[in-house]
């Protein structure tokens, strides 16, 4: 059983182009995250959701909107999407509250998002 | 600011050979910390947890210390294999706000 699935897993789009990535977590957590891995392999944060409710929005611009619409999906949505926004997007999941600590955080594979 | 470093250079190491791993931090004071491993074209996958007042942690061939004072934590591999070869991160409770170092990547060569 999968615990953490994103997709697609690849996406390739223009410049200027809407795009969503969907996230799912079946381990009954109440905290997600979206994290932006880039190409030195550096892993940020850019939001948390703590049962539908935003937690964490780490300074991404408002092109990036998340969407929660239960606890266990996470959706991201990017509008005129840049070249900067080529990177690997991970979801992840963990049982904290989100605000007091951050448990193990568990991922999924990934989707790499390639702007031309 | 808050800062994590790890040796961004990979490690090379013998099969066999014990392989470790360095994670230094400024500027935080965490109630735990933890590891990750990441392999090509996958997520990270959790290792292990050390809380502030725990010394050291073992599972199976790995080992995790944490000194406060030194703010660093080291990670060990007993017996390397190649399989081990991926890249190794350590993240940092703070404020909330999960954070990962850049981690280092470790080949075992047979």
């Known amino acids: 059983d999968t615990a953490v699935s994103q997709t697609p897993k690849y996406l390739v789009t223009q410049m200027g182009n809407d795009k969503s990535i969907k996230c799912e977590q079946n381990?009954?957590?109440?905290?997600m995250y979206w994290y932006k891995q880039d190409s030195k392999k550096f892993l940020k944060i850019m939001f948390s959701?703590?049962?539908?409710?935003?937690?964490i929005n780490e300074t991404v611009p408002n092109r990036f909107s998340p969407k929660s619409p239960d606890k266990a999906h996470l959706n991201l949505h990017i509008n005129s999407l840049e070249l900067g926004d080529s990177a690997v997007y991970f979801c992840?999941?963990?049982?904290?509250?989100?605000?007091?600590?951050?448990?193990?955080?568990?991922f999924g594979p990934g989707t790499r998002l390639t702007v031309l | 600011s808050q800062k994590i470093e790890q040796n961004s250079e990979a490690l090379n190491i013998q099969e066999g050979k014990t392989a470790t791993l360095t994670c230094n931090y400024t500027?935080?004071?965490?109630?735990?910390l933890q590891w990750y491993r990441q392999d090509p074209g996958r997520g990270p996958v959790f290792l292990l947890l050390?809380?502030?007042?725990?010394k050291e942690k073992r599972k199976e061939r790995l080992k995790v210390t944490f000194d406060t004072t030194l703010k660093q934590s080291l990670f060990h591999i007993t017996a390397s294999q190649p399989a081990d070869s991926a890249t190794y991160l350590c993240?940092?409770?703070?404020?909330?706000?999960?954070?990962f170092g850049r981690g280092t990547s470790l080949i075992v060569h047979p």
């Open positions: 992840a999941s963990s049982q904290s509250d989100g605000l007091t600590s951050t448990d193990t955080q568990y």
């Open positions: 381990l009954g957590h109440d905290t």
């Open positions: 959701y703590n049962n539908k409710e935003l937690i």
């Open positions: 500027n935080y004071s965490p109630a735990y």
């Open positions: 050390i809380r502030e007042n725990e």
């Open positions: 993240a940092l409770e703070g404020s909330y706000i999960p954070t």
